[in-house]
């Protein structure tokens, strides 16, 4: 139950914010030589497994609003084949098409979009610290062309961390297991925030 309620939240606040930027451009009727087109960033063909119940979930939404491939909308996928080099290119495509909304559910792909335009709506599926890299300007006030959810964030894992020593006040040692790459720089900031929390709590 937790789960279908948890993917019923993540599809309206995706579906949300993609549907915000869409009805900008044009109904969700429209004729098909006009149709809105949305640009998304993907990794493989087909998605990797972790990905796909967000992409489902996403699609899901766009569709109870209304919006549907092939009729209301056109999606203009473009793969990377796990190559992240490969997303400055790809956005660079959107932009030249043009595309009506990009959609990301990578930080970096993110980024990729963000530094394509100022001006073309962005959609993130999953924003990772996007106050500390710099997409939004803040998550009550993104400004700019940045949108969507951040789920994980510097904040998110301070509080996790909280919470973990509510639940288990003797708690003297936790491990964290976090993922640093030279181009995601929010795994780092996010285990600096979970020392810093740890340190306050004493563990």
Do not use: H
């Amino acid at each position: 139950m937790k789960t279908l309620r948890r993917r019923s939240l993540l599809r309206a606040v995706w579906a949300s914010a993609a549907t915000l930027a869409l009805s900008r451009c044009t109904p969700a009727t429209t004729p098909a030589k006009n149709l809105p087109q949305l640009g998304f960033f993907a990794g493989t063909n087909p998605p990797d497994p972790a990905v796909k119940p967000l992409l489902d979930a996403f699609f899901d939404g766009l569709r109870e609003l209304g919006y549907e491939d092939g009729k209301s909308i056109k999606v203009e996928w473009r793969y990377t084949g796990g190559d992240d080099t490969r997303l400055d290119e790809i956005a660079a495509q959107f932009v030249s098409l043009p595309v009506d909304i990009m959609v990301a559910s990578s930080a970096a792909a993110q980024r990729a979009a963000k530094r394509a335009t100022q001006t073309i709506p962005i959609v993130m599926l999953l924003g990772s610290d996007p106050v500390e890299t710099g997409l939004v300007e803040s998550l009550a006030r993104p400004g700019g062309n940045v949108t969507g959810m951040a789920s994980l964030t510097s904040v998110t894992t301070a509080k996790r961390v909280d919470v973990l020593k509510e639940a288990f006040p003797d708690v003297g040692r936790v491990a964290i297991l976090e993922l640093i790459r030279e181009n995601e720089p929010s795994g780092l900031l996010q285990l600096e925030a979970a020392e810093a929390a740890s340190r306050a709590l004493r563990i």
